[in-house]
């Protein structure tokens, strides 16, 4: 069922009004909102990995243990 896939991903169940989209549309909604979440985590990645540019080399795996990466 294209609703039960995009309530996965979207981790919370479906608005009633979603009842009303067709099949496809659920689908593309699905895939529109997976391509986002998975080009937001590759901007986050870039950003964290920009970022740990501006600490001093020697602090790095200090400051990379301390953020959980």
């Known amino acids: 069922?294209?609703?039960?896939?995009l309530s996965r991903t979207l981790g919370a169940p479906l608005p009633?009004?979603?009842?009303?989209?067709?099949?496809s549309d659920l689908d593309e909604l699905d895939r529109l909102l997976r391509n986002?979440?998975?080009?937001r985590g590759e901007r986050l990645g870039a950003a964290?990995?920009?970022?740990?540019?501006?600490?001093p080399?020697?602090?790095r795996p200090t400051v990379k243990r301390a953020l959980g990466l």
């Not at 069922?1 to 896939?5: G, I, K, L």
């Not at 986002?36 to 080009?39: E, I, L, Q």
């Open 57 to 59: 080399r020697l602090m």
């Open 1 to 5: 069922m294209p609703d039960a896939a």
């Open 16 to 23: 009633d009004e979603f009842d009303r989209l067709t099949d």
């Open 36 to 39: 986002a979440v998975a080009a």
């Open 48 to 55: 964290v990995e920009s970022s740990l540019q501006l600490i």
